[in-house]
């Protein structure tokens, strides 16, 4: 019996790790990659799967002048849902909700989350009609608008941050706005999918 449980324990060691699913790098643990429906249409978010793979350039820098670049308050806009990656994935998934990458457009020219649209920081207002609402005068009424889940380059952005204030103020409700606050910076260090729009 002994000798058979030492046999047993030396193949197991032998055979390796058995969580290793050889040295896959999934977005989650069972989950590979997800894809979403973009207007160019399908795209498949994974991570690189170079466990060498480091940040570089822009995205790898730790210091930035501040102002502007301060580090923002997680909870940046009160009454705002905080998300983080799984839960931006299930929403670009999900169909229902707008991604909005809030950023300027020189940023979102230089890359994107796939399934995101572009309405930079200063123009959303300018926008809300394509979200659900109508101009009701200086304001808008947006009982009829859409979830959105907006974000710009990261945790010292301020540019999904100022669209949500400014969204707010016309007249958007805070409960339809979701903030992803490690934006651009964090899914790529992540190593999510990123795509260059055209």
């Known amino acids: 019996m002994i000798k058979h449980l030492v046999a047993a324990i030396a193949v197991a060691l032998l055979a390796g790790p058995v ?7 999934y977005i989650t643990h ?8 973009t207007p160019d249409g399908p795209v498949e978010i994974s991570r690189i799967p170079d466990t060498e793979n480091e940040l570089w350039g822009e ?15 997680i ?8 998300i983080g990656e799984l839960e931006l994935l299930d929403i ?15 940023n979102y020219l230089g890359g994107t989350i796939p399934g995101a649209i572009n309405i930079p920081y ?8 394509g979200l659900g609402c109508i101009p009701d005068f200086d304001v808008y009424d947006c009982s009829e608008a859409k979830p959105v889940a907006l974000f710009c380059n990261g945790p010292w952005c301020g540019q999904s ?3 949500a204030r400014f969204m707010i103020a016309a007249g958007y409700p805070p409960e339809l706005i979701s903030l992803y606050r490690g934006g651009m910076q964090v899914w790529r260090m992540f190593g999510l999918t990123v795509i260059i729009p055209e």
Not at 59 to 73: A, E, G
């Open 19 to 25: 969580w290793a699913e050889e040295d896959t790098v």
């Open 30 to 37: 069972g989950v590979p990659s997800v894809t979403v429906d």
């Open 59 to 73: 995205w790898s820098r730790t210091s930035r002048p501040c102002p502007p670049f301060c580090i923002q308050p």
């Open 75 to 82: 909870n940046a806009v009160e009454g705002t849902h905080l």
């Open 92 to 106: 670009l998934q999900d169909g229902e909700t707008v991604v909005i990458d809030s950023r300027i457009r020189s």
């Open 122 to 129: 200063d123009e959303v207002t300018d926008s809300l009609e």
């Open 161 to 163: 941050p100022s669209a």
